[in-house]
T-cell receptor, first 115, second 114 residues
Framework: AQKVTQAQTEISVVEKEDVTLDCVYETRDTTYYLFWYKQPPSGELVFLIRRNSFDEQNEISGRYSWNFQKSTSSFNFTITASQVVDSAVYFCALSPVRSARQLTFGSGTQLTVLP | DAGVIQSPRHEVTEMGQEVTLRCKPISGHDYLFWYRQTMMRGLELLIYFNNNVPIDDSGMPEDRFSAKMPNASFSTLKIQPSEPRDSAVYFC????????????FGQGTRLTVV
């Protein structure tokens, strides 16, 4: 069975602050994918990143960075110098490579960036 | 490309009525997914198709739910008869095959059953 836990239900920060969204996962699969999606107030889900379990290199994309720690089963997401437009619900998700179509989502973290 | 297109965006119906949700995937994508999002259960995969064929429908809650994909550019999710507990946002998503696993989501259909 797979499980994704996003313990932070809601986070509020002031614009320009850095913020880290936590994601902890459980899986018995040795190879898997991890994802982050963003759901802005308009409602659609926007794909942000996919990582393979065998690639623990951290990734940076502009103000976004992701820290994958296989030893602690965590895949945390950091937004540097947050902006009001970053306000959204962020979902972490997991799928086994053997069945890569079947995503298990976390419950999401509501991020509010205040001006 | 316009992305995944879902219709209607909002649907309000009375308990017992039939509801049909529609989805047009991104052209060229050979996987199509239906998800349901509720406050209680979060995002759940209901069913997915590969090349128009249902592959896994284990997430479909009960026989009142059915999904079809008559061709590569259209899919429906039907609830008959609808119940208040079916109220949720239903998302359709599509993705490419060949190892690509990034799913692109539509804007969702917010269903309210009264």
């Amino acid at each position: 069975a797979q499980k994704v836990t996003q313990a932070q239900t809601e986070i509020s920060v002031v614009e320009k602050e850095d913020v880290t969204l936590d994601c902890v996962y459980e899986t018995r699969d040795t190879t898997y994918y991890l994802f982050w999606y963003k759901q802005p107030p308009s409602g659609e889900l926007v794909f942000l990143i996919r990582r393979n379990s065998f690639d623990e290199q951290n990734e940076i994309s502009g103000r976004y960075s992701w820290n994958f720690q296989k030893s602690t089963s965590s895949f945390n997401f950091t937004i540097t110098a947050s902006q009001v437009v970053d306000s959204a619900v962020y979902f972490c998700a997991l799928s086994p490579v053997r069945s890569a179509r079947q995503l298990t989502f976390g419950s999401g973290t509501q991020l509010t960036v205040l001006p | 490309d316009a992305g995944v297109i879902q219709s209607p965006r909002h649907e309000v119906t009375e308990m017992g009525q039939e509801v049909t949700l529609r989805c047009k995937p991104i052209s060229g994508h050979d996987y199509l997914f239906w998800y349901r999002q509720t406050m209680m259960r979060g995002l759940e995969l209901l069913i997915y198709f590969n090349n128009n064929v249902p592959i896994d429908d284990s997430g479909m809650p009960e026989d009142r739910f059915s999904a079809k994909m008559p061709n590569a550019s259209f899919s429906t999710l039907k609830i008959q008869p609808s119940e208040p507990r079916d109220s949720a946002v239903y998302f359709c998503a599509s993705s490419l095959g060949q190892g690509n696993t990034e799913a692109f989501f539509g804007q969702g259909t917010r269903l309210t059953v009264v």
